[in-house]
């Protein structure tokens, strides 16, 4: 197996990429004639290619059911493109050199044929474009196939080479449950070794999420105070302003603990409170990312009442006044549902650096506007010196704000003194955006993770470990919910803030 080297897209001072191309090698996207591949998946490659990190000998093949020819599969990814790119302007010389790498295959991924007539076609397009047998195998498929084509792979000798590398990549929810998740990583083991296997959470390719690790271990004013003697609380924010948007039949079997908080915010909260790795390797990084969840203090079911707050919206009106379903009236939701919408969490880390510290976890649909972000709040300074000043009854908190998307900045809110004779004091803000400061914005993350799966690097990627880890954080609070549905749903109306429980866990 090659040695694994980080690697970040990064930019020089005209905002250029820097890095080199990746490998040599084929992409083979299982599910290819769904939303995934149109929206994301082919946009990134994309945008890849505008920045010259492809290499020049490169294919994709494309599996799905849709009974397409390539020609046909090429013309609607043509289409496909023009609406879904995220570039200020359409390269049309870059991608008709893309489109042309594109082949497709049609085919059950239950039938061994298909598999076996996928092999023929690897070995033809490794001989016409020099690839060295490198192949990865993205499974943009529901999670409930990922351990058949996972066997199927193996039983059709796509697993190991002699030659080149083979890696697979699957897509979150990496489970249901936590007995799901050790079943779904015990049946990709049995097949693939634990450096093969990318589990992928594009939330981890967004560039401020990178940035936390950056910005921690690289600034000598703030890693000092990332402790329980400075940090009062720490908040972290996941709002959507849409409400489920035609996932209703898939939405209604998880709600947003397994959609959202046990993956994308977990991930999150173990960059922010891990300790300082040995290195950038990827596994000195991973290694921490475990330790830190596995310091999570597990909920007892007593205490899943005092610390948790769950909410549906019902009825309402979005930001732009305009009148919003609610759940139980979205498509395909069970009419008397009893899943949560909106989820707040009190989690501690029971270790030394952060024992005592609340971090409170919130994420909802449906809410009044849209918004990623993580909050530090610093223990106030001694108010001893103002107290007799007119006019200041108390000092405000220091924050750091990590601002994750729409707009990706990092914002430091302190006080000032106010122009004028007296003392009086102001909050104010500084902030850095990334639009104003770097020309090289990533939108989707998938750029950053697809790079990083062809060059090797897992960092960004879930060990099993950490799959596990983050299930028997989650598990205890959803069989409490299980065994005592709530009785108050819709508690929330759309386009508000989310149930006021959720805010008064503070």
């Not at 924010?237 to 996932?247: M, Y």
């Not at 397994?258 to 290694?287: G, K, W």
């Amino acid at each position: 197996m090659a040695e694994q080297t980080r690697i970040t897209l990064t930019t020089g001072q005209a905002g250029r990429l820097t890095e080199p191309p990746a490998p040599p090698c084929v992409i083979v996207i299982f599910g290819a004639s769904g939303d995934l591949t149109k929206r994301l998946l082919v946009p990134a490659l994309y945008n890849l290619a505008c920045d010259q990190l492809l290499p020049r000998r490169f294919g994709v093949v494309g599996v799905a059911l849709d009974e397409l020819t390539t020609e046909r599969f090429r013309d609607r990814l043509s289409g496909d493109i023009r609406q879904f790119s995220t570039r200020k302007q359409f390269d049309e010389a870059v991608w008709t050199d893309l489109i042309r790498r594109f082949h497709y295959l049609p085919g059950r991924f239950d039938d061994p044929v298909v598999f076996d007539e996928l092999r023929e076609l690897l070995a033809r397009l490794d001989a016409e474009w020099q690839t060295g047998g490198n192949v990865l195998y993205y499974c943009a498929t529901p999670p409930e196939l990922f351990g058949l084509i996972a066997a199927e792979l193996d039983r059709a000798g796509g697993v190991r080479s002699e030659r080149g590398w083979r890696r697979i990549v699957v897509e979150k929810p990496f489970g249901h449950d936590l007995a799901s998740a050790v079943e779904l990583n015990r049946r990709l083991l049995r097949h693939w070794t634990e450096e093969q296997v990318y589990r992928m959470d594009h939330y981890l390719g967004k560039e401020t999420v990178q940035n936390l690790l950056a910005f921690r271990f690289s600034n000598g004013i703030f890693e000092p105070l990332w402790n329980k003697s400075h940090v009062d609380h720490i908040q972290m924010t996941v709002a959507e302003a849409v409400g489920v948007e035609g996932r209703g039949r898939f939405y209604d079997r998880a709600g947003v603990l397994r959609d959202v908080v046990q993956n994308h915010m977990f991930q999150m909260l173990a960059y922010l409170c891990m300790e300082p790795p040995t290195s950038f390797r990827p596994d000195a990084i991973r290694n921490e990312k475990a330790k830190v969840l596995e310091a999570v203090r597990i909920m007892r079911p007593e205490d899943v009442a005092r610390n948790t707050v769950r909410g549906q919206y019902g009825p309402g009106r979005k930001a732009d006044g305009n009148e919003a379903a609610g759940y139980r009236q979205e498509h395909a939701v069970d009419p008397a549902s009893r899943t949560e919408t909106f989820a707040a969490l009190r989690l501690f880390v029971d270790d030394w650096r952060w024992e005592g510290v609340p971090i409170y976890l919130r994420s909802g649909k449906a809410l009044w506007r849209r918004g990623t972000e993580i909050l530090i709040q610093f223990k106030k300074a001694p108010e001893v010196i103002f107290r007799e000043l007119p006019g200041i009854p108390w000092l405000d908190s220091n924050q750091l704000v990590f601002h994750i998307q729409p707009d990706q900045g990092i914002e430091l809110r302190f006080q000032a003194k106010t122009p004028g004779p007296s003392m009086q004091l102001q909050k104010v803000n500084m902030r850095f955006d990334y639009r104003q400061a770097f020309e090289a914005a990533r939108a989707t993350g998938y750029e950053v993770m697809l790079y990083n799966c062809m060059m090797g690097d897992q960092m960004l990627f879930s060990r099993s470990d950490l799959v596990e880890t983050a299930w028997r954080i989650a598990q205890p609070i959803l069989d409490v919910w299980a065994a005592s549905p709530a009785g108050d749903f819709p508690n929330c109306p759309a386009g508000a803030w989310g149930p006021k429980a959720g805010f008064d866990l503070n």
